[in-house]
């Protein structure tokens, strides 16, 4: 497995800026936020300016891109034009985990799955594949949902992001049956009433998550999703996150 940081941790900075800091704190690889709400890549910018982007998603200081985290705004047909883009921008920066929102709650399950469907297809032809992100407030935040969705939905995986299956409405579900379906991991700590808290202060147990991870072969990236916390040295809490997980792999 490898450690990675996404430019999320400091989503208040132009993207440059973030992927600087990152290098500073020694990670070796990152995930790049392509969010239409944020302050970085907006996917509605890419198609005009593809080569340009390509470009700006190459000069990363060295640092090795492992993933896009994607959130479009757009509806309809657009929707699915700046996905496929993004996903000829991963086939033109040899990125094949693209990381996608689930639908909120209350999204007809139907509609969920075609929509899925359509986003694995597209990633499918430039070589790409769909990480649904687990995420309270989504379709994702029940597991039982995940493994339904993965299942109907081939060639579709997850972003576990065990955090929001600590401090969700389903806490007490065991996660172990939706292993099989990663693609890609989100890393902070989390206790049952608060989705962050200081790094080894909350009830995420990463050296039992590396185990069951392994016990499937999972052999891809465990991404650092840490945001400031008032009053906290947040560069101390990336650091510190960087080097437990180094220290257990």
């Keep these: 497995m490898l450690v990675a940081a996404s430019t999320e941790c ?9 992927i600087s800091k990152l290098g500073d704190l020694e990670f070796s690889s990152i995930e790049i936020a392509l969010h239409e709400d944020g302050k970085q890549l907006h996917p509605s910018w890419i198609e005009p300016n593809f080569d340009k982007t390509i470009a700006i998603c190459r000069d990363t200081h060295r640092l090795n891109v492992i993933a896009y985290s994607v959130n479009i705004l757009a509806d309809g047909e657009t929707y699915y034009q700046q996905f496929r883009t993004i996903c000829r921008l991963a086939k033109a920066t040899k990125v094949v985990t693209i990381i996608v929102p689930s639908t909120e709650l209350g999204t007809p399950f139907n509609e969920e799955v075609e929509r899925l469907r359509r986003l694995v297809d597209l990633a499918t032809l430039e070589g790409a594949r769909v990480a649904m992100k687990t995420q309270i407030g989504c379709l994702t935040e029940d597991p039982d949902t995940v493994a339904v969705l ?5 060639g579709l995986g997850i972003t576990l992001d065990p955090s929001h299956l600590i401090c969700g409405p389903h806490a007490k579900r065991g996660i172990d ?21 200081r790094i080894c202060q909350g009830q995420i147990e990463y050296g039992r998550l590396i185990s069951q991870l392994s016990s499937v072969k999972y052999d891809r990236t465990l991404s650092v999703h840490v945001t400031p916390l008032e009053g906290v040295d947040h560069h101390g809490e990336l650091r510190k996150l960087r080097l437990l997980l180094e220290s257990l792999l």
């Design 177 to 197: 049956k939706l292993m099989k379906y990663v693609y890609h991991v989100h890393l902070r700590d989390s206790s049952k009433d608060a989705l962050q808290v």
């Design 10 to 18: 400091f989503a208040d900075l132009p993207l440059h800026e973030a």
């Design 150 to 154: 993965c299942d109907n939905v081939k």
